[in-house]
């Protein structure tokens, strides 16, 4: 189906999406950081985007912001997935850029509508 990179400096939270992602027939690509997404998304120009916000190094904001700026990443959907639950932190989140906005521990189901949604716009 479509190319998912996935965001996250959590081996587990990497193994758990990445399972998740592949089950659901999408082929997935992981980075544990915010600067590796910057240069996968360049090389791979992934479908979706699930990007985790808490990283060491580059924050999942800025990631997105540059990835917003750049003109050979700029039409790829961000979907934020984060322990970070407060609506504060989701207003900011879209502001930044996000397309959707998913907490953790994940809803399957939720994820999966919100990336058909992102793959479909």
Same mark, same amino acid.
């Given at each position: 189906? @479509?190319? $998912?990179? =996935?965001?996250?400096?959590?081996? /587990?939270?990497?193994?758990?999406?990445? *399972?998740? /992602? &592949?089950?659901?027939? %999408?082929?997935?690509?992981?980075? &544990?950081? !915010? +600067?590796?997404?910057? +240069?996968?998304? @360049?090389? %791979? #120009?992934? @479908?979706? $985007?699930?990007?985790?916000? /808490?990283?060491?190094?580059? #924050?999942?904001?800025?990631?997105?912001?540059?990835?917003?700026?750049?003109?050979?990443?700029? %039409? =790829?959907?961000? =979907?934020?997935?984060?322990?970070?639950?407060? &609506? @504060?932190?989701?207003?900011?989140?879209? *502001?930044? !850029?996000?397309? &959707?906005?998913?907490?953790?521990? /994940?809803?399957?189901? $939720?994820?999966?509508?919100? $990336?058909?949604?992102?793959?479909?716009?």
């Amino acid at each position: 189906m @479509a190319k $998912i990179l =996935i965001v996250d400096d959590s081996p /587990v939270q990497l193994f758990q999406l990445r *399972r998740l /992602v &592949e089950q659901s027939g %999408h082929q997935a690509v992981v980075a &544990e950081s !915010g +600067e590796q997404a910057l +240069e996968l998304a @360049a090389d %791979h #120009s992934p @479908a979706v $985007i699930l990007m985790d916000i /808490v990283m060491p190094g580059m #924050s999942g904001y800025t990631a997105t912001r540059r990835l917003g700026k750049r003109r050979s990443t700029q %039409h =790829i959907p961000v =979907i934020f997935v984060t322990s970070r639950d407060s &609506e @504060a932190d989701r207003t900011w989140g879209l *502001r930044q !850029g996000a397309r &959707e906005y998913v907490t953790k521990p /994940v809803n399957p189901n $939720i994820l999966l509508t919100a $990336i058909s949604e992102a793959v479909a716009a």
